[in-house]
């Protein structure tokens, strides 16, 4: 065996683990006996240890070191395995040990924080994850800019400073854009109470119009979706609120998304770096499209307008016309998970500007809660009236997922260039939605960008499938054209 056929050979076994504890998580948010809880978390260490070690073995360093890369699929391969390795051998295990320890007590802390209301509370412990990604970013990255060592772990390739200033040109005609639609008359407000058991049937139908393979997936409910796994294993959540059948409807489309990306990736790069999507930013692109720019167009929700009065009979929405603005009412809120497709990345510009002064130093702890509350008050317009509703809303800096949040409203600027792309290419694709039917827009976004997997670089894997480099212009001519409609602006 050559020196790259060992590699992999070491590499499937890896990622076949990591598939396993993937697994685990899934069965924890299904299926798993509440008590079960302490041994869960043994169980997971002990996955995490095995994964570890085997991702600094000194033995995937000399297979690196000796093997020649023969065609383009073995050269990204290797390009991956290269990055996990120098990352994780950078980062010392005493410090690794730390970070793990510190943010899940972190997130306990914060849990209970925010239910108390009581940031101070949380604060300490902010700083103790604060200080310890950045000494592991220091790490990584020597002096180069902390941010950017770790927003390269969720969206390899980007930096801080490319991000702002995309998003420092968003910011501006999305406030403009709320702020006109909040001055108009609102559409109708959904009333009324809708069954379960309808919601997850027409969810399921919603999964299956969407190309969802249950041959290779399955659906189950959790209090928060997700989808999980790679491969022939792809597996989906959802979960039902008796007055709120569009967050079924929306949640499921979002990580059917997510899901169909892992499933459409061709086959020969299973359990292989290249099978599972290659970023964060690339993976929300595929559940925002999804979403939004078909699931909340004016053509498709015609024909799920249909779909819910065949289910739960007269709901009170006049015609389709009605039901496409009344599920795209825009309201005021503070949740960024609740947040409509206007309102949503100004939560996230807010959350990236604050981390990335966390991170370089120019902001501390301390002013991070006032921070918060001035930058909300300036974009939105009204003031937070409780830190549940503000600071302490998102789970992620507990977890010291810095640099994360930075990659959904990459997905959004992604998913509108590859909007418009699709457009130009299936010009006459409303006559499908209007039918339930999103085949060619699926078939496009597999056969241009999902079945390549981690072939490419983001950044290439979104200018193969558009033609030319992302920029957050088709999202925002999206957004005006699409909400200047509905609110006849
Ligand atoms: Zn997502």
């Not at 065996?1 to 070491?10: G, I, K, N, P």
């Not at 995309?166 to 702020?179: C, H, I, K």
């Not at 299973?270 to 929300?284: A, D, I, K, N, Q």
Request: glycine letters at 8%.
């Amino acid at each position: 065996m050559t020196a790259y056929q060992e590699l992999m050979t070491f590499q499937r076994e890896t990622e076949a683990l990591g598939q396993i504890a993937g697994r685990l998580g899934w069965d924890q948010e299904t299926m798993m006996p509440e008590g079960a809880t302490p041994q869960r978390a043994e169980e997971h260490g002990a996955m995490a240890n095995i994964l570890h070690a085997r991702r600094i073995d000194p033995r995937v360093g000399e297979w690196l070191a000796a093997a020649e890369p023969t065609d383009d699929v073995a050269a990204a391969n290797l390009r991956h395995i290269q990055r996990d390795f120098d990352r994780t051998s950078k980062v010392p295990a005493a410090l690794a040990a730390e970070l793990a320890k510190t943010t899940s007590l972190a997130h306990r802390v914060w849990a209970t924080a925010r239910a108390e209301e009581d940031v101070p509370a949380f604060l300490p412990i902010l700083q103790k994850v604060v200080d310890l990604r950045r000494e592991e970013a220091a790490a990584i990255a020597g002096n180069a800019d902390p941010y950017d060592a770790l927003l390269d772990s969720y969206e390899p390739g980007a930096t801080g400073a490319s991000l702002a200033a995309m998003f420092d040109a968003l910011r501006p005609r999305l406030v403009a854009l709320r702020s006109a639609i909040l001055d108009a008359p609102a559409p109708v407000e959904l009333t009324g109470t809708f069954d379960e058991a309808g919601q997850l049937a027409l969810s399921e139908k919603l999964a299956l119009a969407f190309g969802y393979n249950t041959q290779n997936g399955r659906i189950d409910k959790a209090v928060h979706p997700f989808s999980s796994g790679s491969g022939l294993d792809v597996r989906i959540t959802t979960r039902t609120s008796a007055d709120d059948p569009f967050n079924c409807f929306y949640s499921t489309v979002h990580e059917v998304g997510h899901a169909t990306y892992e499933q459409g990736i061709d086959k020969k790069h299973l359990l292989t770096p290249l099978g599972s999507g290659v970023s964060m930013g690339v993976h929300e692109s595929q559940s925002r499209i999804y979403e939004n720019q078909l699931g909340r167009s004016r053509a498709f929700t015609g024909w799920l307008y249909g779909q819910m009065r065949d289910t739960f009979g007269d709901f009170g929405i006049a015609d389709e016309e009605a039901f496409y603005a009344t599920v795209n009412r825009v309201s005021d809120g503070f949740i960024r998970t609740e947040a409509d497709e206007v309102q949503y990345n100004l939560h996230v510009l807010l959350r990236f500007d604050l981390e990335r002064a966390l991170m370089s130093g120019d902001l501390s702890v301390n002013n991070l809660e006032a921070a918060w509350n001035d930058r909300f008050k300036a974009d939105f317009g009204y003031a937070v009236d409780k830190p549940s509703n503000g600071i302490l809303q998102d789970v992620h800096w507990s977890e010291g997922l810095f640099g994360y949040f930075p990659t959904y409203t990459l997905g959004n600027v992604y998913a509108g260039c590859l909007h418009t792309a699709l457009r130009a290419a299936v010009p006459d694709l409303d006559s499908d939605l209007a039918k339930g039917d999103t085949s060619r827009a699926t078939g496009w976004l597999r056969e241009n960008l999902q079945q390549f997997g981690g072939l490419r670089t983001p950044l290439d894997t979104i200018k193969h499938a558009t033609g030319s480099a992302p920029s957050e212009g088709p999202l925002l001519d999206y957004l005006e054209a699409k909400f200047k409609g509905i609110y006849g602006l």
